[in-house]
């Protein structure tokens, strides 16, 4: 199953919207801290509303504890950054692959990124265009592995 990382998301109603998306498609949402806001952030519930039941949420305080439960399952780590290596509609997506995705400030960690097995970029026709909202592009790379390994 698909599993989406979100390491130091910073700005709740992006976290909301991936939650909401998560719910609905039934992917695990992995959040990793630290966190720019709380997880009973009022903004945060408001963007998932009635949804949260629905969310298969999993926090970790920090990094360590996040590759530490990792390691106890299969799959790749794809990270998804302005540096990535491959389009991501190049890749070959897996059904045990996680999705990792950085801050909306800083994107994924250099470190996040050296353990990666592969690093995917979202490309953009506009170069004046630094990225693209966390949410956008979380939904993107999720639809694109969906419809690669024929999930509906």
Known sequence: MLKIVLVHPQIPPNTGNIARTCAATETEL??????GFELSDRYLKRA????????????????????SVYQQHTG????????????YHQWTFQENDWLLFGSETEGLPKSVLENCDATLYIPMSQSKVRSLNLSVSVTIGLFEARRQLSIF
């Open 30 to 35: 992995h959040l990793v801290g630290p966190l």
């Open 48 to 67: 998932g509303l009635d949804y949260w039941p629905y969310v298969n949420l999993h926090y970790h305080k920090d990094l360590a504890e996040f590759y």
């Open 76 to 87: 790749r780590l794809i990270g998804f950054s302005v540096r990535g290596q491959s389009p």
